[in-house]
């Protein structure tokens, strides 16, 4: 918290105080919050040594639906994880100066996410013990993972995705790495030398000379680019797991684009309704105000346009194709047992977000917040749609089924915003929350410099 | 950083690493397999044994195999020679072993105590228990005063009951048979002076008119006559039976009726009579006709009409089919619609049979139906008041439950509670026993000695498979026992000691009767290694008797009023028959072949009857009847009348163990104690009842997710005309390239001889189900429960899936082929079966999406599961278009003894791998070794799956594709052949013949 309000000084002063102002000092939200995420995780983590030693029929899934909640969170982490990478990658690509105060928690969020979402294919494995099985390790019997599995390609997508982004983010760190460690130079505390050693070793010996800056803006804007196409790929390979089966409702080319949207939606209004408790809790205001939430609101106006567009496709290419099990299983989708996740789906993604027209809403940070939360809402129901009722209503109708989660798989669901807030939350008190080098720069450039709204911009 | 010692981190490590091991780690230990220290002489480890025994589970005594690993029954096959079965059996029979097996048998001889619980004593102590108070009786002259109640088979047993109680001096023997023919045997009587049950030569006749006999599932003899009929109705050469069932409900032999003539529940007799009156008035009959002319001149079609509920024109249509069909057959009315005047239903049968010129031909007295005649229920409702008035001492109970299978209002149960010692010797805690005084468990038949006679001519040897697997004995035993220990005139009656040698003594006079000219011994060793001796019995000449003209053909009475509208039907339920199969789970878990219900009772209800009360599927409604009220959820049915209701009898178990009871309703509570007034047997159809909705629900568990196909082709139907054309047309194929191979046949290694495949013909399917208990046996198949079945979670590698719909365009019909039209379903009168199991697909959709290589393509072309190398992703199943896939969720228990049914062949998968058909896998390998040794290739016939094995209807034959004179390559190659989902190129080896509907116009 930054308790004392800093002497006026140079605004790059007030940057440097501002954020790592707000770094450590736990008060007593703080403390109960992450109790409240301990317990919870706590709880969920027992649920899921319940359905290791008892088996996946604690699960709610079951013939002829064999996945349910676990994979829809997997999707939909992996969803979340996408914003990061577009903004700190794509927007940097495109000079989008407002991405500067919003790229470094969405980037930790992105990290968390691909955390979160990777627990889920494990939880979902009916012998987790031989989780190993997967990965193409050598073995006296020459065994290998099936390469034509889309599951192995999520493998190597996913751990590929998580490796670059976290080099990424690592990277855009060190030069804030090495501006707290100056901030540490010469303390007498122990704590505060700790400090200096452990950010200092962070910095990797940072010391801002112009040719360490040459080399490291050289280096961001190679990390960019390589991000840049996994941003893509991570959510392709994804919705492969679904367009290379059969399963009507699954099998479908325009999936690929589909998820990506879905996902670059889901991740900004993540990243919206993350960053608004979390500004005010940090007293980070100035930096991150309507300005931006009207840019994010425009980009998810976008995808949720081009989702909205997926559904009309989808339902359209179905009835052009003609194919009468797959007209089926899309008006069972609409009209079925599932009507409501699917109503849910259908307002949450494509109806609310229609709101995001109007420049008034969209610089409301209140209305704001509550459409994030819907669309994050519309965008778990929306995995939830695809993968459940293609399942449950496939090609023999003898073998039609229902599916409802159970207390284990919506324990371990709540469980993974447990998860994923416990680390967001050490990264707020643990790292800088906004790139300070990035935001000096824009004000150094004269393109933004905090408090500023824009209020004039077209 | 110094608060951790490098020490305690290493136990930290080594702590939280056992904790995370400890939680995976449910797998069962490794076990030491212990060689025989010296070697019984026929048992070589691996290789199964085989025992020909007879299947005792219902009364038609079919013929089967006990294959026997190291000592253990482990599974039972019909007998290929036996002439009753011919190698077949049904679902029943196959779980005899679950008999064999249940760990709620009775282990010892069990004594009641003073506070009403069971204590085990020893069978030395039980026994004098018995002979004291036997002795007591016969001092005092009161030996009158003991009863013995046993099942109606005739064999050996039965003659030493019999011997055993005039020894004694008793002459109160009563038998029980739950589901009896008496009414047909006095109907015999009454028509042609012959008091027997003839064999009904389905598989001679073009045309079958059946007044309501279950002949597919539990009337008389179900396996021999599902044979002989499919081997008439399916399709072959052009030619398909035709099949006409007059009821009010379809049954599972109705639904396999070609046209369903729904006529009220008593209407069957009217319906016969009519149909009679058409022939001999129109002089089809011949010289026949004058004989009966004045029974049914009365009966005219348009006067029964309505009291049949039947158009006149129908019965008019049928009677000129019946006439003009070149063969052909009227059936029985069966258990569920034998009324108070069954006996003159019956007798309209037979003179439609009669005047038909069918007896002799179709309808052979000869060959007849062995059984005692059952204790007529004057003679029940008398010995129930001997016993209420206590004077009945000693009650003896054998192979019958009669608190079960008798209806309520009887009062047996009570009647029993006042004999002051009930002798029971069941094997299982079922509801006569648990009315006993003293327990005396006899061997199941897998474990016994014994014989048994269901038809003339035929008689079956049984053998014991194993030793007793818990402290029982024979009862046979026990009787000459308390002989002996009576002594005097019961002593002297008996020149042996044990069962297995009176039963040997008394086959030398079947020795003097089928093979006179071999020595003893000999007959003796071939018959109990082939399971009996049999030989054909003639056909007798039959003349009609005079007295059949005093018939009265009266509509029988049906007690309620206007307060109960719906007529009851109680019916045997096929899986469970009257109830003995109750505690088997793999006949609980068995979905019903016609509901698809499993675990439960249901009443079945018109869906219009349903709209009215406002209740659907699941809602719980009470059934009363003047004689009583019972609970059950609806099963709304369009194959019911709309004044009809009905419910399986079967369930409703107080006791019989832990998958029996408290589990669903005995619908028998509903029935008065009435009987056919001619045959004194119980009539099932005597009552009306009311129907009213309590509000509850529950789920009722149906396996089956819809029964409408949607067009999608799955089941398919065509037409008599385009399957004669279509099968025409690929036999010259044939004939013109004998040596092509199917095309499915590459999807395979080149270079291996064999691609295994399977054909199954849906005009031969009947949707019994034995096939799915059959896998169940052979693949350790998990039983799950009722409330794991709920959530879809059964196991069943094969499924018999019901689709009901319209006929195709070819058939010559639009939609308008009868029948109401529900929300799921299409016409209920056209049902067609499709077993559904693994296509073992060429190019199967599960293979590529398996991350670890789990599930993959086989040189021999099958698609093969690695339990061990299955992590449980699942993709596979969700990528399988036949959602043949089958998950453990849970590790499964197989309780003791039933663990020792199974299958050593087949691995007992554990938690969290997925599972299938694996075109039994194991029975292809032993096969494939044995032709090795011989230096040679697996020839056609030489293997077959479970299902395939069992099927009484030959629906399934499996075989090699790339032989192309295999059976298999010969149906794949049919005009009617075609792939489920063949439009997905699964390229399945797994060929449909397609169902073939004679459309009802050309009857």
Known sequence: ?458 | MSDIKRRDFLKILGISGAGTGLVGCSQEPAQKLIPYLVRPEEIIPGIPNWYATVCRECPAGCGVHAKVREGRPIKVEGNPDHPVNAGRLCARGQASLQGLYNPDRIQSPLRRTESGEFEAISWDDAESLVAERLATLSASGQADRVYLISDGAVGTLDRLFDEWMSAIGSPNRLIHESFDVEPLREANRVTFGLADIPRYDLDAAELVVSFGAEFLETWVSPVQYTRLFAESHRFRNGQKGHFIHIGPRLSLTGANADEWVAASPTGAMLVALAMTRVLVTEGRAGARGAAIRPLVEAFTAERVAEAAGVEAETIERLAQAFAEAPSSIALPPGIATSHRNATAANVAVNLLNYAAGNLGRTVRFGPNVVRRQPTNLARWTEAAESMRSGAVQVAFVHGTDPVQTLPAALGISEALDNVDLVVSFSSFMDETTARADLILPDHTPLESWGDHEPEVGVRGLMQPTLNPVFDTRATGDVMLSLASRLGGAAASAFSHTDFASYLRDTWRAIHRDHAPQQAFDDFWRTSVQSGGAWRSAGTQAVTLNPAVAGVNFDEPAIDGDASTPYTLVVYPSPNLYDGRGANRPWLQELPDPVTKVVWNSWVEMHPAVAERLGVSNGDVVEISSPHGSVEAPVFVYHGIREDTIAIPIGQGHEHFGRWAQGRGVNPLALLPAAADESSGSIAWLSTHAAVTATGRRIQLVETQGSYDDRGREIAEVISLAAATEAEAHAAEEIEANPEELVETSQDADPKSPYRWGMAIDLSSCIGCSACVTACYAENNIPIVGEELAAQGREMAWIRVENYYEHLLEEAGHGESSGGTHGEDAGDPTHVVHLPMMCQQCGNAPCEPVCPVYATYHNPEGLNVQVYNRCVGTRYCANNCPYKARRFEWFDYDFPYPLNLQLNPDVTVREKGVMEKCTFCVQRIMSARDAAAHEGRDVADGEVTTACAQTCPAEAIVFGNLRDPHSRVSRLTRSGRSYHVLGELNTRPAITYLKDVSRGTEEA
């Open chain 1, 1 to 458: 918290m930054a308790s004392v309000a800093p002497p006026a000084g140079s605004t790059f002063g007030r940057v440097s105080r501002d954020i790592i102002g707000a770094l450590w000092g736990a008060d007593w939200r703080y403390k109960t919050l992450m109790a409240v995420l301990i317990l919870i995780l706590s709880w969920a983590g027992f649920a899921w040594v319940y359905q290791i030693k008892y088996g996946m029929g604690t699960a709610g899934i079951t013939h002829p639906v064999m996945w349910g909640v676990y994979i829809t969170n997997f999707v939909f982490w992996v969803g979340i994880a996408h914003s990061g990478t577009l903004i700190s990658a794509i927007l940097y690509l495109l000079r989008s100066g407002w991405r500067t105060t919003i790229n470094r928690a969405a980037e930790a969020m992105t990290i968390f996410a691909v955390m979160t979402a990777g627990l889920f294919p494990l939880i979902h494995l009916g012998r987790i013990w031989y989780f190993y099985f997967l990965a193409p390790y050598p073995n006296q019997r020459f065994l290998w993972p099936n390469f034509r599995s889309p599951l192995v390609w999520d493998f190597f997508a996913i751990s590929t995705y998580f490796t670059i982004s976290l080099l990424f983010w690592y990277s855009g760190l060190i030069p804030d790495m090495a501006t707290i460690r100056d901030k540490f130079r010469g303390a007498t505390s122990r704590m505060a030398r700790l400090k200096e050693k452990i950010y200092g070793t962070l910095a990797l010996g940072w010391q801002g000379s112009d040719d360490q800056w040459k080399n490291y803006r050289r280096m961001y804007l190679y990390m960019a680019a390589i991000a840049t196409p996994l941003v893509l790929s991570v959510h392709s390979v994804v919705s492969w797991d679904f367009a290379m089966a059969i399963t009507p409702g699954w099998h479908s080319t325009i999936f690929a684009p589909y998820f990506v949207a879905g996902a670059i939606f889901s991740g900004i209004a993540m990243v919206i309704t993350l960053s608004i408790p979390f500004r005010w809790a940090l007293g980070l205001e100035d930096y991150i105000n309507e300005y931006h939430y009207d840019n994010m609101g425009k980009l998810m106006l976008l995808t949720s346009l081009i989702v909205g567009y997926a559904y009309g496709a989808e339902y359209f290419m179905t009835w052009y194709s003609g194919d009468p099990i797959e007209m089926d299983s899309f008006t069972w989708r609409a009209i079925g047992a599932y009507r409501g996740p699917f109503a849910i789906m259908v307002t949450c993604n494509v109806l609310i977000p229609l709101l995001l027209f109007s420049r008034r809403i969209r610089r409301n940070i209140k209305v704001m917040f509550v459409i994030s939360v819907f669309v994050n809402i519309g965008m778990w129901y929306e995995r939830f749609v695809i993968i459940v009722t293609s399942l449950a209503h496939e090609y023999l109708p003898g073998a039609w089924g229902l599916y409802t989660p159970s207390w284990v798989e919506l324990s371990i669901t709540v469980g993974s915003f447990a998860w994923f807030l416990f680390w967001f939350m050490i990264f707020a008190k643990t790292l800088p929350a906004i790139s300070i080098t990035e935001v000096k720069e824009s004000i150094a450039e004269g393109v933004w410099s905090p408090g500023d709204k824009k209020e004039d911009a077209s």
